[in-house]
């Protein structure tokens, strides 16, 4: 007996993440029939990730529910990867909505799916994506249609992730108040052009200089110092006697930083 979605509509009221289920021959498409029944979705994302070591797949499976109440209201995400650990609220709210469909239902979201099983995906979007492509998040706003936004995964730290696709999950609920047939394009504008590419760039590089900064407070102020001393030698800045002779004594006082500075 094959699997079918449950039948709907389905009104979301809370934030969600969905388990994404494989492509079966002669089967119908549960997870596209799912997506149909959310009636007030303004976008829906796939997570496309090719490898299950990849920091982005491992952050799924770790922090499923808090991505999950991240995304907001009206943003559905699907995702092959399965949470380490499914919460009681989580389940309590599929039972509510999906009442005599939760059983089958539920049982098909728990089974291990396969690795790689995101290729299989590709064909379904319009235009079709290719390998080299993945990983990446597909965007949408017609489960019929399913012309995409792709948004590349860069291999990043855990965090930084995380940090991305709060922008993104922030992007997505910011598109609200666009007319639907303008929504994919505004989408497509804010997420994929190189002017947000180098944003979500320059916003990782900074998180990952301010934290290094609060890791080595005094190596950071000794290097900064240290600048400012071989540019005011060198003729580049013109700085007063007396404001060299407190930047030398900031140096020589600051814990460490004359280790740092070796």
């Known amino acids: 007996m094959s699997y079918e979605s449950p039948k709907g509509p389905i009104e979301s009221n809370m934030r969600i993440m969905v388990p994404a289920l494989?492509?079966?021959?002669?089967?119908?498409?549960?997870?596209?029939e799912l997506m149909k029944q959310f009636p007030n979705v303004i976008a829906y994302g796939m997570l496309l990730l090719d490898n299950p070591?990849?920091?982005?797949?491992?952050?799924?499976?770790?922090?499923?529910?808090?991505v999950s109440n991240m995304t907001g209201d009206r943003f559905v995400l699907f995702s092959f990867e399965r949470p380490?650990?499914?919460?009681?609220?989580?389940?309590?709210?599929?039972?509510?909505?999906?009442?005599?469909?939760?059983?089958?239902?539920?049982?098909?979201w728990q089974e291990a799916v396969d690795p790689g099983t995101a290729y299989s995906y590709m064909s379904l979007f319009k235009p079709a994506l290719t390998p080299n492509e993945l990983p990446c998040l597909v965007l949408f706003t017609d489960p019929e249609e399913r012309a995409g936004?792709?948004?590349?995964?860069?291999?990043?730290?855990?965090?930084?992730?995380?940090?991305?696709?709060?922008?993104?999950?922030?992007?997505?609920q910011e598109s609200a108040d666009k007319p639907k047939a303008e929504r994919l394009e505004w989408l497509a504008k804010e997420l994929t052009s190189p002017g947000a590419r180098f944003r979500a760039s320059a916003?990782?590089?900074?998180?990952?200089?301010?934290?290094?900064?609060?890791?080595?407070?005094?190596?950071?102020?000794?290097?900064?110092?240290?600048?400012?001393?071989?540019?005011?030698?060198?003729?580049?800045?013109?700085?007063?006697?007396?404001?060299?002779?407190?930047?030398?004594?900031?140096?020589?006082?600051?814990?460490?930083?004359?280790?740092?500075?070796?």
């Not at 900064?224 to 013109?238: E, F």
Request: aromatic share 8%.
């Open 22 to 32: 494989p492509i079966m021959d002669g089967e119908v498409n549960a997870t596209l």
């Open 53 to 66: 070591k990849h920091p982005m797949a491992e952050l799924v499976r770790e922090r499923w529910p808090e």
């Open 84 to 108: 380490a650990d499914w919460t009681q609220n989580y389940v309590r709210y599929w039972r509510n909505k999906l009442g005599n469909e939760f059983e089958p239902t539920w049982k098909k």
């Open 149 to 172: 936004v792709i948004r590349p995964i860069p291999d990043w730290d855990k965090d930084s992730l995380f940090d991305l696709l709060r922008a993104i999950a922030t992007t997505v």
């Open 203 to 262: 916003g990782h590089t900074g998180s990952l200089a301010l934290d290094y900064c609060k890791q080595h407070p005094a190596k950071v102020a000794s290097i900064g110092i240290s600048l400012v001393l071989a540019l005011s030698g060198a003729g580049a800045l013109a700085l007063p006697p007396a404001i060299l002779a407190v930047i030398n004594v900031l140096r020589d006082t600051i814990p460490g930083a004359k280790e740092a500075n070796k």
